[in-house]
């Protein structure tokens, strides 16, 4: 009976202990594009990181994501006149979390993709915001743009350079997605 009672001891713990061996912690994978969170533009030194995955799919049809902003449209357009007027400059990166290992991806600002259109490649760790449109509601401001060279994790790290004390008391929302429609 001790030899039976044993044995059942030994395998219970035998089996229960490779059970919890075999099944590792598991993170929980980053949400795909559109991501979004909250991001105060007013004080300089304000960060953000936003996770995302990216797809096989998105990288096979070669199209852009982006970093961009969105806020409540303002009355008279005040703040959306002040970024078409003024060069407001935001840092922005993008990585690629590999094994570990963070890989810089090159973006580019609206300058630098029209300057790419002319032959001139630029990357900036250092953006511009540029005001893509507005639906009557949410004004939409194009930050930078990037390519996934392949799926998987991948983080922006946003940071103000400056105080812009226009963007004091508005609602901004950092968001990663599918580039606005350029035409590709």
């Known amino acids: 009976m001790k030899r039976v ?3 059942a001891v030994l395998w219970t713990a035998t089996t229960i202990g490779g059970a919890l061996h075999a099944s590792p912690a598991t993170t929980p994978e980053p949400p ?12 300089a030194g304000a960060t953000a990181r ?10 096979k049809g ?3 994501l982006m970093v961009a902003l ?11 006149d002040a970024i078409q007027q003024n060069d407001f400059p935001i840092q922005v990166e993008v990585f690629l979390l590999s094994h570990g290992e963070s890989i810089a991806v090159p973006t580019q600002d609206n300058q630098a993709i029209l300057q790419s259109a002319s032959g001139k490649q630029q990357s900036a760790e250092v953006a511009h915001l540029h005001l893509y449109g507005t639906n009557g509601q ?10 996934p060279s392949r799926s998987g994790h991948y983080y922006a790290k946003v940071k103000t350079v400056v105080d812009l004390p ?10 990663v997605a599918p580039f606005y ?3 590709e």
């Open 5 to 7: 009672l044993r044995w």
């Open 32 to 43: 795909a594009p559109p991501v979004s969170a909250p991001f105060a533009m007013d004080k």
């Open 50 to 59: 936003i996770d995302f995955q990216v797809s096989p799919e998105q990288v």
């Open 62 to 64: 070669k199209r852009r």
């Open 70 to 80: 969105d806020f409540p449209q303002t009355g008279q357009g005040k703040v959306e």
């Open 138 to 147: 949410t004004s939409n401001v194009l930050i930078t743009g990037f390519r």
């Open 166 to 175: 226009i963007f004091t008391g508005i609602q901004t929302t950092l968001k």
């Open 181 to 183: 429609n350029t035409g």
